[in-house]
């Protein structure tokens, strides 16, 4: 079975300093990964996804992620944040074919003047 | 904003009682799938519907159930309600075939069951 660990809760960061948000899945096939954003008492938008080719994704909003098929990762990652990005992020991951996303507990950033 | 809309946004319901969710697929968007964001948790599967049928269920009892219907919109049933029922119910539509595409989220539906 898959799953995801997001290894932070919480991540606090001071406006315009970088960031980076952890992921790690275990899944024993290949896996498409997604980031996800969701601001209070909203939905959730994609950031960014990977399903194949360049490992380095990059997103909406200014942010980026790396995908790391040895270390089984998927770390979200910003230059420099703004009050914002302040959010929960979440981490996903589901196979090919029409198959349910799995996500993580999520990471909540929150971005300090 | 995605094109998926969900009705109601907030509900209060009292234990025992039952519920149906409504959610308004995208446009051109063939699969619908439920999840439950309890309360400082992630989002957890309960089941996906494609073309009118359902094709994949998470650990969720059998009182929750679901429709989609011939325009790929679709419902969630949830009876005999309990208080850790109380979530955030997210629908996403996708459109899955030959060409597939993202996970698309609507709002979602406050529940509260008190």
């Known amino acids: 079975a898959q799953s995801v660990t997001q290894l932070d809760s919480q991540v606090p960061v001071f406006e315009e300093a970088p960031v980076e948000l952890r992921c790690n899945y275990s899944s024993s096939v290949s896996v498409y990964l997604f980031w996800y954003v969701q601001y209070p008492n909203q939905g959730l938008q994609l950031l960014l996804k990977y399903l194949s080719g360049s490992t380095l994704v990059k997103g909406i909003n200014g942010f980026e992620a790396e995908f790391n098929k040895s270390q089984t990762s998927f770390h979200l990652r910003k230059p420099s944040v703004h009050i914002s990005d302040t959010a929960e992020y979440f981490c996903?991951?589901?196979?090919?074919?029409?198959?349910?996303?799995?996500f993580g507990k999520g990471t909540r950033l929150s971005v300090i003047a | 904003e995605t094109g998926v809309t969900q009705s109601p946004t907030h509900l209060i319901k009292t234990r025992g009682q039952q519920v149906t969710l409504r959610c308004s697929s995208q446009s051109g968007h063939n699969t619908v799938s439920w999840y439950q964001q309890a309360l400082g948790q992630g989002p957890q599967f309960i089941f996906q519907?494609?073309?009118?049928?359902?094709?994949g269920r998470g650990n969720f009892p059998p009182r929750f159930s679901g429709l989609q219907f011939p325009n790929y919109s679709s419902e969630l049933n949830v009876n005999a309600l309990e208080l850790d029922d109380s979530a955030l119910y997210l629908c996403?539509?996708?459109?899955?075939?030959?060409?597939?595409?993202?996970?698309?989220f609507g709002q979602g539906t406050r529940l509260t069951v008190v």
């Open positions: 996403a539509s996708s459109l899955e075939g030959i060409r597939n595409t993202e996970a698309f």
């Open positions: 519907y494609y073309r009118e049928e359902e094709n």
């Open positions: 996903a991951v589901r196979n090919s074919g029409n198959t349910p996303l799995v």
